[in-house]
Structures are given as C-alpha cells and as structure tokens.
C-alpha cells in the first residue's frame, strides 16, 4: 500500500490525514494544539506539525506530503533564517490603516488589476507595511517573507537557521503555491508573477519571497532528520486546500460555517472586484478561486444558544418549529461588527418584532436565517461576476445542524450537498502530495452526508435587504 500525507496547519491546531493512494480511504490520522493569540512564533508550528506527524504514526511509510495552511500571516525572516517576530496572523487587526494608506497611494482599482486584491487587514502585504511603519528596525532586518505553510514546508525539507536545520538558511529553497501567493497583496494570479513594486511599497525594501511551484510540482523531499525520498508537494492556502479536498469543480459554490463564514467558487478566469467584496484568489489546481469572507457565521448560532438557554439540538428543534421568515423576525447578524459588507463598527439588530411574533420559535429562526443571509450576499456577489451555480457544498459543523440545512435550501434556493465530516484542508493537502508523487490529480470520491433538495423562499431574503437596507441606507 502506498500512502501519501497531508498537513493543515490551522490557527488553532495541526491536523495530520495520512491516506492510501489507490483508494484515497483515510488511513490514519494524528493532531496537535497551537497557541493562542494573533500573533505567534512560526516555531510554536513546527513543534505542533512534529507532534502531529507522530501522533499519525510518522512519516517512514509515506512517499509524499502536502502542507496546506493558514492563508495570508507574515513569516519575516532574516539572512540567518531567524524569525523576526511573531507571526501576525491572518486575524490580526492591528494593519487596518497599513490597508488604508496602500489604498490611498495606489487606489483600489489599480490594486485590483495588478493583484486582484484591495487590500485589507488580512493580507500579507498590509502587516509588511504595518512592520514597517511601526517597527522599523525589526523591518530592515527582513531578507524573506514567507507564508505559513511556505515555511513549514521549507523546515520540513531541511532548511532552517544554522544549528537547528540540516541544510542550513538557504532563503532562495522558499517555495509556495499560486493559491497561497494570491492573498499576499504582491502577485498577480493573471500573470503568475510577482509584483515587486507592491512589495516593496509594503516593507519599504526587496525581500526574497518563495518560488510558486505548479500544481503537479514538487517542493524537494522530506530532510528535516536526515535526507529521504518523500517527496514533498507545493501545499496550499486553506480554502483552496479545503475546496481540492472536497473536490469542488465549476459550478460548485463553497459554503463554509465556521466561527466566521467563507463563499468561493472555482473558476476558468479570474474574478476582479474594486469594491472588495470578492477578493479574487487563485486556487490550487490552475483555476481561480473568488472569495467572500464574513465575520459573522457559527457565532450566531452560539449567541442564539445563549439567548434562549438551549443546546444545538433545542435550537433547531426551535427553528424548524416557525416558518420560513420567522413571521417578519430578522436578525442582522453583526455581532462583531462586519467584513463583508464592510462595517466594522456596526452591531447586530433584532427587527420585526411585535407581540404575536416575538417567540423563542422565530427568534431562533431569525438567527438561523440571519446567519445564511448574509452569506447569500457573498453567493450572489459571486454569481454576478459570472458564476453559474449549479450547487451549494455546505461545510463545517454548524452544516450538520437540520434546521441549518433547511434553511440553507430555501435562502439560497440551490441544491445542498453536506459532505461526511473530515479535515478537507489536510485531504486537500493529500491530493497535492498524490498529484506531486504520480504526475497527476487522483480521482477520489468525496461522500455526502446530505442532499437537500431546493425550496427557495424569496421572501425571507427580500426581508433580510429590507432590514439592511433600514439600517444603513
């Protein structure tokens, strides 16, 4: 049996999945945790990833791996191969006016076109210039730039500062992937390069960043203990890696519900959008990946927990109890604030409240529909730069939640398919590493929990813009 393994270098935690290359059947697993915070040193990863391979048995009876990561935080290395500082993660706030400063300079639109980015707190090339605007020192100092997984991936080759790393702090062995260079603000998923002016105006210098390999590429093999002929796969951004796990082709809309929620879509062309609600990322398999990010998706549900003093199950049991529209209840769900549209400073709002319809029913109801609303925002601002949506793949685990999956059908009026619970950034991450290993992409299944048929009911989105609109009109 050969076996391939792929990593998902999360914020909260490593994740291993180790599967057989004929089947793809999941073999065996391995996780562990990661430090708190939105700013750590890239070490506290590597340790994690080293737990984790061994707490899925090691890698001596692998001949590939992948490492898909989280998108977007600043590795900044110096000519030793030394950390800087702690990584700012994608999480990290505190480049908001770095954001601001690069839009006044170059303008949305400009930005746009060369990277299909306006950029935000997220993206790499706003901490770049927030280090350099605030720690100056610290800024001149940095000979690289890397990505999470770019330098997991660099580390588990071999490569690291003198005394910690067989081959030493060669900066110019930094690979990365097209999915993952796409959300630094500095590379052009439309011409594949770098832009080394967009570079530069964020950290003030040139740096070296990673080499992007093809999809069916390879990074080197495995020599973190001593050489080996693993060979080791270009790895991903996560949503990228997510959507290659779950298989995701053109038609499919991603729909993911975590503490904060995401909408993307592969694509033949690349998506550009100068208001910024899509940023226009590449993907991992030589497509592109428009995305749409919201702050505000599984936490509704928790708040709606804890308003009304019941579990997950009472919630749903609750929410299918009231009809469609919850008898004119909305929630607009900006508990902490908004991205996505963007409206940092804004609160959530309960409307349509009378003395007939405030119940804990269409209260719960108004929760769930409020959540789904504002993602269906994010699928239709995708569908309007050409999207064709043929089906909404919802992922995550408030997904499992039945009153979650009715509703989907009917705010999005599209066929929902669930897939069976799995760590689809790291099978992501097992897919490059059977495609860098076999020289071409394997034909895994992907198994559905669900389907649920369509049931649109306009109503409760035209509703939803109603209450919207009354706030911030």
């Known amino acids: 049996m050969t076996l391939v393994a792929g990593v998902d270098s999360s914020t909260q935690s490593c994740k291993v999945v180790v599967r057989d290359l004929a089947t793809g059947e999941v073999v065996r697993s391995g996780r562990a945790t990661h430090p708190d915070g939105t700013a750590v040193h890239p070490d506290h990863w590597w340790t994690a990833l080293l737990a984790a391979i061994d707490d899925a048995g090691g890698l001596a009876d692998v001949a590939a791996i992948s490492v898909g990561g989280q998108q977007h935080g600043m590795v900044a290395l110096d000519a030793d191969g030394n950390v800087v500082r702690e990584a700012l993660l994608w999480n990290d706030t505190r ?73 030493g702090p060669r900066l110019e ?22 832009d080394r002016e967009l570079l530069i105006a964020a950290l003030g210098h040139d740096a070296i960043v990673p080499t992007v390999i093809a999809p069916d590429g390879r990074a080197g093999t495995v020599g973190y203990d001593g050489p080996t002929d693993i060979v080791v796969g270009p790895g991903a951004g996560d949503n990228a890696g997510s959507g290659l796990g779950l298989g995701a082709g053109e038609g499919d809309v991603v729909v993911s519900l975590g503490t904060s929620g995401t909408v993307f879509a592969v694509t033949p062309e690349p998506v550009t959008d100068a208001t910024g609600t899509i940023a226009g990322f590449a993907d991992a398999a030589g497509q592109y990946l428009p995305l749409v990010a919201t702050l505000n998706a599984a936490r509704v549900l928790d708040s709606a927990t804890r308003l009304l003093d019941v579990d997950f199950d009472g919630l749903a049991e609750l929410a299918l109890s009231a009809e469609p529209g919850a008898d004119g209840v909305v929630l607009v769900p900006y508990f902490e604030g908004e991205r996505t549209p963007n409206r940092p400073d804004a609160t959530a709002s309960l409307m349509g409240l009378t003395l007939s319809s405030a119940t804990r029913a269409n209260i719960a109801r108004a929760h769930v529909e409020g959540m789904l609303c504002g993602l269906a925002d994010g699928v239709d601002a995708v569908r309007a730069h050409g999207l064709d949506a043929k089906r909404v793949l919802l992922v995550g685990g408030a997904a499992f939640n039945p009153a979650v999956g009715k509703a989907a059908a009917q705010v999005f009026g599209l066929p929902i398919d669930i897939p069976t619970p799995g760590e689809y950034v790291a099978m992501g991450a097992t897919v490059q590493a059977a495609w860098s290993l076999e020289g071409k992409r394997p034909d895994w299944s992907v198994e559905m929990a669900t389907h649920i048929d369509p049931d649109p009911q306009p109503h409760v989105r035209a509703q939803y813009a109603e209450a919207t609109g009354q706030l911030y009109s």
């Open 95 to 167: 480049s908001a006016q770095a954001a601001r400063d690069l839009i006044a300079e170059f303008g949305a639109d400009e930005l746009v076109r060369r990277t299909g980015l306006v950029p935000v707190a997220s993206f790499t090339s706003t901490k770049l210039r927030w280090l350099r605007d605030t720690e100056p020192e610290n800024a001149a100092r940095v000979a690289a730039v890397a990505l999470p997984h770019d330098w997991l991936t660099w580390r588990l080759m071999g490569y690291g500062p003198d005394g910690s790393a067989p081959l």
């Open 173 to 194: 062995a930094l690979t990365t992937d097209r999915s993952d260079a796409s959300g630094t603000g500095y590379w052009s998923p439309a011409t594949g390069e770098y």
